[in-house]
């Protein structure tokens, strides 16, 4: 395989109303890519790809009903939000507050998520106002 050829690697999952959104990563030389797949309909066959500069290490949904957010964690110190509707995803935002790559994200109440990161810190966003709420 050339390096061109990029072979991405399933980070993490979630599934919310019958959508399924895949975190995938790829390392070529010292970088971190990636992109986040999100599949819907029957047999969740139909797919679309959002390329990411970042490679995604954690994914956590926010909201409910047809409207939603899908919250990354990336190996850049930012937290990207994607805006959903029904089977479709567009970046909404990128929140950064790390010293170092996110590790984890997850869904708390009210529209808010927390996630770690390599520099030892978590922190509690309010995903509809896009602030940070605890952490700072």
Same mark, same amino acid.
């Given at each position: #395989? ?12 979630? $599934?919310?109303? /019958?959508? %399924? ?20 309909? =029957? ?7 959002? &390329? %990411? /500069? ?9 909201? +409910? ?11 850049? &110190?930012?937290? +990207? %939000?994607? $805006? ?8 909404? =935002?990128?929140? !950064?507050?790390?010293?170092? !790559?996110?590790?984890?994200? =997850?869904? %708390? $109440?009210? @529209? ?5 990161? +390599?520099? #030892?810190?978590?922190?509690?966003? @309010? ?6 709420? +605890?952490?700072?």
């Amino acid at each position: #395989m050339s390096s061109a050829a990029l072979e991405q690697y399933p980070c993490d999952v979630v $599934a919310h109303n /019958e959508v %399924l959104f895949v975190g995938l990563s790829s390392l070529t030389g010292e970088r971190w890519s990636g992109s986040l797949v999100v599949k819907s309909g =029957a047999g969740l066959k139909e797919a679309h790809t959002l &390329p %990411l /500069e970042h490679g995604v290490a954690a994914l956590a949904v926010v909201g +409910q009903g047809d409207d939603f957010t899908v919250c990354a964690g990336t190996d850049a &110190p930012e937290l +990207q %939000l994607f $805006a959903c509707h029904k089977g479709a995803a567009r970046l909404a =935002a990128s929140l !950064p507050a790390h010293g170092g !790559p996110i590790s984890s994200v =997850a869904a %708390l $109440a009210g @529209d808010r998520v927390v996630s770690s990161s +390599q520099d #030892m810190r978590s922190v509690v966003w @309010d995903v509809a106002q896009r602030t940070l709420t +605890q952490g700072e």
